[in-house]
């Protein structure tokens, strides 16, 4: 049977105290036809000289280092770099099951390479899936992994699959607005996930993810708040009109509600103008929605309260929308 080579990608910063068993973790796999590539996203602490030395005993282990940019830039800087057929990512906190490589080794021979393999994970602390727009029993064997992992499902996460290298041929990581650190993955695996023609799902939990309250995807500020509209709104508005009515209604709802927040934590400083701008990047995806009428007249309402300042009174409107 063919070992098909992996690519390990792993953004790392400030991690200097855990490195060490990290890659041990990773190096301990029943399954030895990888690479690990790392990308310092400008650590502070003695990341970046732990993983040298590592390296520097380790063929198999690669280093990159770049200014502190945030995990975005750190992989897309990683994929530049990767040697194997198929590649995954994995972050820092997290780690693989012992058998993962091996079990998706067998899996892709088993299928006929597909472009993305979907696989379950295990969760260690208080996160947990949300079963009712991101249900793991919903996506099956499919030639249009978009419509399976953004539409009926919210399957979304970057790290619980494994991709095909040529799927980065023509790829687009480059954007005009502001994506922050919060679900940065999720637009990654968008643009990667939209080239694939062929997924498969496996049952097996390969990842263990690590629930940490002070990690970047649990805390979320403003900036991030807004970074994380507009991924939701590019994404959705991305993709093609005629599969809107295979978009799970459950997440339409999230959608909803994100942007109505989107729109009250702003609402103390901004201007009626930037509103009205606003109301133009939800114009894009609002073929999503069969009550467009209904939103723009209370956002017409809306914008009429914020510009006299009654806050509270926009608030309730939009409570229960």
């Given at each position: 049977?063919?070992?098909?080579?992996?690519?390990?990608?792993?953004?790392?910063?400030?991690?200097?105290?855990?490195?060490?068993?990290?890659?041990?973790?990773?190096?301990?796999?029943?399954?030895?036809?990888?690479?690990?590539?790392?990308?310092?996203?400008?650590?502070?602490?003695?990341?970046?000289?732990?993983?040298?030395?590592?390296?520097?005993?380790?063929?198999?282990?690669?280093?990159?280092?770049?200014?502190?940019?945030?995990?975005?830039?750190?992989?897309?800087e990683a994929l530049k770099h990767i040697a194997g057929?198929?590649?995954?990512?994995?972050?820092?906190?997290?780690?693989?099951?012992?058998?993962?490589?091996?079990?998706?080794?067998?899996?892709?021979?088993?299928?006929?390479?597909?472009?993305?393999?979907?696989?379950?994970?295990?969760?260690?602390?208080?996160?947990?899936?949300?079963?009712?727009?991101?249900?793991?029993?919903?996506?099956?064997?499919?030639?249009?992994?978009?419509?399976?992992?953004?539409?009926?499902?919210?399957?979304?996460?970057?790290?619980?699959?494994?991709?095909?290298?040529?799927?980065?041929?023509?790829?687009n990581f480059d954007f005009d607005?502001?994506?922050?650190?919060?679900?940065?993955?999720?637009?990654?695996?968008?643009?990667?996930?939209?080239?694939?023609?062929?997924?498969?799902?496996?049952?097996?939990?390969?990842?263990?993810?690590?629930?940490?309250?002070?990690?970047?995807?649990?805390?979320?500020?403003?900036?991030?708040?807004?970074?994380?509209?507009?991924?939701?709104?590019?994404?959705?508005?991305?993709?093609?009109?005629?599969?809107?009515?295979?978009?799970?209604?459950?997440?339409?709802?999230?959608?909803?509600?994100?942007?109505?927040?989107?729109?009250?934590?702003?609402?103390?400083?901004?201007?009626?103008?930037?509103?009205?701008?606003?109301?133009?990047?939800?114009?894009?995806?609002?073929?999503?929605?069969?009550?467009?009428?209904?939103?723009?007249?209370?956002?017409?309402?809306?914008?009429?309260?914020?510009?006299?300042?009654?806050?509270?009174?926009?608030?309730?409107?939009?409570?229960?929308?």
């Amino acid at each position: 049977m063919k070992n098909i080579k992996f690519s390990i990608i792993c953004p790392i910063y400030n991690r200097g105290l855990y490195v060490d068993a990290f890659v041990n973790t990773i190096l301990s796999q029943t399954y030895d036809s990888f690479e690990v590539i790392f990308v310092d996203d400008g650590s502070t602490d003695d990341t970046s000289e732990k993983i040298k030395k590592i390296a520097s005993k380790n063929r198999r282990i690669k280093y990159f280092h770049q200014k502190n940019s945030g995990p975005f830039l750190a992989r897309k800087e990683a994929l530049k770099h990767i040697a194997g057929e198929y590649f995954i990512f994995l972050d820092s906190d997290d780690k693989l099951e012992i058998n993962a490589l091996k079990t998706l080794n067998n899996a892709i021979l088993n299928s006929q390479y597909p472009d993305i393999i979907n696989y379950d994970f295990i969760t260690e602390g208080k996160h947990c899936r949300d079963k009712k727009w991101n249900n793991f029993d919903m996506v099956s064997n499919s030639t249009n992994p978009v419509v399976e992992l953004f539409c009926k499902t919210t399957s979304c996460y970057l790290w619980d699959k494994c991709y095909r290298k040529s799927l980065l041929k023509n790829v687009n990581f480059d954007f005009d607005f502001d994506y922050g650190n919060f679900a940065e993955d999720t637009l990654m695996a968008y643009e990667i996930i939209k080239n694939a023609k062929s997924l498969i799902k496996i049952n097996e939990k390969l990842y263990v993810y690590n629930y940490t309250p002070n990690s970047l995807s649990s805390t979320t500020s403003e900036k991030e708040r807004n970074g994380l509209i507009n991924i939701y709104f590019y994404i959705y508005g991305d993709i093609d009109k005629s599969l809107s009515f295979l978009i799970n209604p459950d997440w339409l709802l999230t959608m909803i509600t994100l942007y109505r927040d989107h729109l009250l934590f702003n609402s103390k400083h901004s201007k009626y103008k930037y509103w009205k701008k606003e109301a133009l990047l939800f114009n894009k995806v609002k073929h999503l929605y069969s009550f467009k009428n209904i939103y723009f007249k209370k956002m017409k309402f809306f914008y009429a309260l914020n510009k006299i300042k009654f806050y509270y009174i926009a608030y309730l409107i939009f409570r229960f929308f």
